[in-house]
């Protein structure tokens, strides 16, 4: 429907904690999720929170078949996600760099579990529920935090791994997954 201005880094509206979608398969929430999908690809997303374009609701979209910005991750399935709920299934955690549509331009390395559960429902209301791990775990992890208003640098554990892609990895035009 419309590629969406993303909002960035220091926009006090991804700090705000996400409310809950309340109605389903409503004209309203097909554009939103229409919209965050046209914005994810316009901009080589594999993943947007409505929070990232402004919108104050518990909704993600995420999926990749391949991506430039990560070139080395597996696929995962396009999903469209609301109102979730993540459990861990493993208290292994690892780190992996990540980068995010609202901060252009930077990576860091962040500690995520390796095995979790999904669950929440589609656009239409449909509940759902997905156990994943790898880059799947990492993507649906980064995302829901869009939810909760947290940021990745926020996670990060040593600043030394948090900086520009072209200086942290100049030999790569987006750096590693």
């Known amino acids: 429907m419309a590629i969406r201005d993303l909002l960035r880094m220091g926009d ?24 965050l999908i046209d914005t994810m690809r316009a901009n080589d997303g594999v993943g947007l929170a409505a929070p990232q374009i402004g919108v104050n609701l518990q909704v ?55 095995r979790l559960r999904y669950s929440g429902f589609d656009q239409y209301g449909h509940p759902f529920s997905r156990e994943v791990c790898g880059f799947h775990a990492r993507v649906a992890q980064h995302e829901t935090d869009h939810l909760w208003g947290i940021l990745y ?12 892609t ?12």
């Open 12 to 35: 006090s509206r991804l700090l705000q904690v996400a409310e809950k979608v309340a109605a389903f398969d409503t004209p309203e929430l097909h554009a939103l999720v229409a919209d």
């Open 60 to 114: 993600v979209v995420f999926g990749v078949e391949r991506n430039p910005r990560y070139p080395d991750a597996e696929a995962v399935p396009f999903t469209v996600l609301a109102n979730p709920v993540l459990t861990v299934m493993s208290e292994e955690i690892e780190e992996g760099w990540e980068g995010c549509l609202s901060l252009p331009g930077l990576r860091g390395k962040v500690p995520r579990h390796t």
């Open 166 to 177: 072209d200086v942290l990895f100049p030999e790569r035009r987006d750096g590693p997954e």
């Open 153 to 164: 640098p926020r996670r990060i554990r040593d600043l030394r791994n948090f900086g520009f």
